[in-house]
Every structure is written in C-alpha cells, then in structure tokens.
T-cell receptor
Framework: NAGVTQTPKFRILKIGQSMTLQCTQD?????MYWYRQDPGMGLKLIYY???????DKGEVPNGYNVSRSTTEDFPLRLELAAPSQTSVYFC?????????????FGPGTRLTVL | GQNIDQPTEMTATEGAIVQINCTYQ??????LFWYQQHAGEAPTFLSY????GLEEKGRFSSFLSRSKGYSYLLLKELQMKDSASYLC?????????FGAGTTVTVRA
C-alpha cells in the first residue's frame, strides 16, 4: 500500500516552460487536493476534486489546471511557468466517514522556476 | 472568508509541556485538524476534532470549543523529535483552510 505518491520530487523550470506534476493514490479515496507551500507559510489550496470527472478551484488556482479522469490520478498542470510558482507542491487524498476524517499527503514536489 | 491564527514560534525544554493555540473565524465549520510537519517533509495527521472537548492520544491531546472558535494542541513530555511545525486546519465541506503553522523548538 503506497498511499499517495508524487513525481517528480524535484524540478527546475525556465520561465515560460510547462510541466505536469503527477499524483496517484491507491486508497480509493474520492477526495483529492493540490496545495502549495511557500517558505514559512501554511498550505494554500490550488484545486480539489470530489470524484472522477469533478474538479473545482481553491484559493490560488491562477496559472494551474487539473484533471481527474480516474479515482487514482490527479495531475496538476503548470502552463507558462513564472518565478512566483516556485514552491513546494503537495498532493493529498482524504478519507472521511462520519466523525473520522483523515487527509494523507504525498511527499511533495519541490519546484524552482528561474 | 477564512481567518486562522496560530503563534509563529514556541520554544520549550525537553520533558516539558507546550500548548499551541489556534483561533479561527471561518464561513463554515465541520471540524478541525492538527498536523505535524518536520522540516523538508510532508504534513502528517495528528488529530481531528468535530465535537467540543478534549481528545487524548498518548502524549498529544487536542481541544476544541466551537462556540469560541478556539482549539489547542497539547504536547506533553516533550522530546527532541517533537521539534517541528504544527499546522491547524479547519474543514468546511470539501475544503481545508490552513493556518501558517507554529514552529516548536525543543531544547535539551
């Protein structure tokens, strides 16, 4: 049981380049999330999904796109990378059932845009 | 809007107790999470409170007062490995909103 996996772990992009951050979970959770975390800051929600085929914007969606074609995968697309997108990106999946609610995070992708 | 406040830093001695407060003003509320995050790592789940009161899990306890918009995380018998950032997060339906985190430093 791998939990939430993310690739790549590290990436350096040039301004204007594009890339896709991959996220996969094997726990059959319906809810999945993308966050970014800047140094010394909390997590900011970029996009989230409540099930395959359903996505919605979070607090900071500009410059990003997502898709959710399967329950397992929730890739995040950066188009025209900018230095402001330098951050650590965490994907998470969430299990919620009554009073039980747990969010599991992937190991993160450290992205630098130069 | 969502407003979640935590102290920025706290320092305590090994073996002591530290209480990390979190106050929130949010447009909706289902429950409150506490996460631990070591430097360079992903957050890991500590607790989830839905109802008012104290929930204890070993050395860690979490308290919630929904009427006051207030929670705290209590860390007892501090160990060096407890040096980390502690994140408070409020759930509202599908979304979570995080505070900026409290960095706890444990000194020998």
């Amino acid at each position: 049981n791998a939990g939430v996996t993310q690739t790549p772990k590290f990436r350096i992009l040039k301004i204007g380049q594009s890339m896709t951050l991959q996220c996969t979970q094997d726990m059959n959770h319906n809810y999945m999330y993308w966050y970014r975390q800047d140094p010394g800051m909390g997590l900011k929600l970029i996009y989230y999904s409540v099930g395959a085929g359903i996505t919605d914007k979070g607090e900071v969606p500009n410059g990003y796109n997502v898709s959710r074609s399967t329950t397992e995968d929730f890739p995040l697309r950066l188009e025209l990378a900018a230095p402001s997108q330098t951050s650590v990106y965490f994907c998470a999946s969430r299990r919620t059932s009554g009073r039980v609610d747990t969010q599991y995070f992937g190991p993160g992708t450290r992205l630098t845009v130069l | 809007g969502q407003n979640i406040d935590q102290p920025t830093e706290m320092t305590a001695t090994e073996g002591a107790i530290v209480q990390i407060n979190c106050t929130y003003q949010t447009s909706g509320f289902n429950g409150l999470f506490w996460y631990q995050q070591h430097a360079g790592e992903a957050p890991t789940f500590l607790s989830y409170n839905v109802l008012d009161g104290l929930e204890e899990k070993g050395r860690f306890s979490s308290f919630l007062s929904r009427s006051k918009g207030y929670s705290y995380l209590l860390l007892k018998e501090l160990q060096m490995k407890d040096s980390a950032s502690y994140l408070c997060a409020v759930t509202n339906d599908y979304k979570l909103s995080f505070g900026a985190g409290t960095t706890v430093t444990v000194r020998a």
